[in-house]
């Protein structure tokens, strides 16, 4: 089966730009959540959703939003970027909301020039 | 709050044993494991849910002390395959899982 697709894999953007990130999970697969990954603070926690909803939300500044369609694709977006937004962006899916494990995708690595 | 990992990095040779452990100051309803390679993404080994259910990988072995909320992972008789970075990760909620800072393992021949 099809793992969880993330888009584009590379970005390269300006600071003052914004960004759209994308994620579409394994079929079937209602919970989406996102994180950063940087070498030095590791996996962070950005939000997720189910079902439409945003639940939780990492301790990250308001530039950085998402939403969940109907048919589960999520979406990043980081306004007014900043040179430390340079990071690996990762989604990772479940089969619901608690109980299982999390399949990430490849994610988007995203350079701040 | 960020689940304390430790080693902070092991060495192996094939064959040998490790543990890895993982703790938390806050009540947790499950703790999951992964292991991400160089250039991938993290890939899930086990989840270890509150009440004792375990699911995962059937190779990987790995406990949760409740009281203390404490995990730790057991990599037994370590293959070359098993080099990379594990990372635990807490859900205190069911909806927010955050990862400890990591745990590199290289197994050497």
């Known amino acids: 089966k099809a793992g969880v697709t993330q888009t584009p894999r590379y970005l390269i953007k300006t600071r003052g730009q914004q960004v759209t990130l994308s994620c579409s999970p394994i079929?079937?697969?209602?919970?989406v959540s996102w994180y950063q990954q940087t070498p030095g603070q590791g996996l962070q926690f950005l939000f997720e959703?189910?079902?439409?909803?945003?639940?939780n939300k990492g301790n990250f500044p308001g530039r950085f939003s998402g939403r969940q369609f109907s048919n589960s694709r999520s979406e990043m977006n980081v306004s007014t970027l900043e040179l430390g937004d340079s990071a690996l962006y990762l989604c990772a899916s479940s089969l619901s909301d608690q109980d299982y494990g999390y399949t990430f995708g490849s994610g988007t690595r995203l350079t701040v020039v | 709050q960020q689940p304390v990992q430790s080693p902070q990095a092991v060495i192996l040779r094939e064959g040998e044993d490790a543990v890895i452990n993982c703790s938390s100051s806050?009540?947790?309803?499950?703790v999951h494991w992964y292991r991400q390679k160089h250039g991938e993404a993290p890939v899930f080994l086990m989840i270890?849910?509150?009440?004792?259910e375990q699911k995962g990988h059937d190779k990987i072995s790995a406990s949760f002390n409740e009281k203390k909320q404490q995990s730790s992972l057991y990599l037994t008789a370590s293959q070359l395959s098993y080099s990379g970075t594990y990372f635990c990760g807490t859900d205190e909620y069911g909806n927010k899982l955050v990862f400890g800072a990591g745990t590199i393992l290289r197994v050497k021949s």
């Open positions: 270890l849910l509150k009440g004792g």
């Open positions: 959703y189910f079902s439409e909803t945003q639940r």
């Open positions: 079929s079937g697969h209602r919970s």
């Open positions: 806050k009540a947790l309803y499950s």
